[in-house]
């Protein structure tokens, strides 16, 4: 089986103004990447379909959904906060994100693919249950667990958050919910200034301070996510997939490099393969020096796919 790559055009047409780093340059950096160094052919492409209401209100509250909907522009911008904003196809984006992700899972958990890899924007960790925040509108990661756990028999799920800013949207849906753990590394303080003071025993958060390397990186995860998955044994991982730790990102100031990707990527693929039957299925989520980015995914996704 191959590595399954989901996707859809319109994540490329929200835009929230003409200089903001979440741009549709991301997702074209990383698919010209992959096209370049001829890995397209050696992944199942697959459109992500529209995500439906169910799919939202599961980890969202039902007047946070409605109000969403209520306020997407047909022209111009609507802004969420001062980081997020929606334009005329960032509902669509959204819907299509998501639907990439429960794809995505369906495709793991039904045995059609060796695992996956969403390439969507915009991305969704930010995103609480009834909150926008950090560029994130639907917590999309957040949906493809829930969906996981209604749609078959799992009751242990993991998601892995390598994104420099601490998903704090995933950990507002999950704190309460046993079955799923959260491993987030991130920088702090930074944005959005949550998670040094919330771990819990299936919170697993791991604060670094800036200028921390690849190396510090590694002894964190090997020192605070290994016992933590070892003891928990999940039945699935998701991947939290942010790039934006790399040490050219300009919007913070981690110092990770395309190297440590790869590494986080084959920590993720071990634990998968000892507790989950090998069931991976990352969604990209921040990431904004381009070069850097198109790099480092590629790297993971060339790692998932054991090329």
């Not at 055009?9 to 001829?38: C, F, N, W, Y």
């Not at 050696?42 to 209100?57: F, G, I, N, T, V």
């Not at 196809?89 to 793991?108: E, F, N, Y």
């Not at 997939?241 to 071990?270: C, S, V």
Request: aromatic share 6%.
């Amino acid at each position: 089986m191959k590595t399954a790559l989901v996707s859809h055009p319109d994540t490329l047409l929200h835009v929230m103004d003409g200089k903001h780093p979440e741009s549709p340059a991301r997702i074209t950096a990383i698919m010209d990447a992959l096209a370049e160094q001829k890995l397209i052919d050696k992944l199942q492409r697959h459109d992500a379909p529209l995500a439906s209401d169910e799919a939202w209100l599961r980890v969202h509250d039902a007047a946070y959904v409605q109000h969403i909907r209520s306020i997407a522009p047909r022209a111009g911008i609507v802004r969420l906060d001062p980081d997020t904003a929606m334009g005329p196809m960032s509902l669509s984006a959204c819907q299509h994100a998501t639907g990439a992700v429960i794809k995505a899972t369906d495709l793991v958990m039904q045995g059609q693919a060796r695992n996956a890899f969403c390439c969507v924007r915009p991305p969704g960790h930010h995103a609480g249950k009834s909150r926008a925040a950090g560029f994130c509108i639907f917590n999309h990661i957040a949906a493809g667990v829930a969906h996981a756990l209604a749609s078959y028999p799992l009751d242990r799920i993991a998601i892995l958050d390598f994104d420099v800013h601490h998903g704090d949207g995933t950990e507002d849906i999950f704190r309460n919910d046993p079955r799923i753990m959260l491993c987030s590394t991130f920088q702090h303080p930074f944005y959005p200034h949550r998670g040094a003071d919330t771990r819990s025993g299936h919170m697993i958060n791991v604060p670094l301070v800036a200028g921390s390397d690849g190396q510090v990186f590694r002894e964190a995860v090997l020192q605070h996510f290994t016992p933590a998955l070892e003891r928990f044994q999940p039945q699935m991982l998701f991947i939290s997939a942010g790039f934006d730790a790399h040490a050219n990102d300009p919007l913070a100031q981690l110092k990770l490099n395309t190297e440590d990707y790869r590494w986080i990527t084959e920590f993720a693929m071990a634990i998968a393969k000892q507790h989950a039957q090998q069931r991976i299925v990352s969604v990209l989520e921040g990431g904004y020096h381009l070069p850097s980015l198109a790099a480092s995914a590629t790297m993971h996704i060339r790692t998932l796919a054991g090329l």
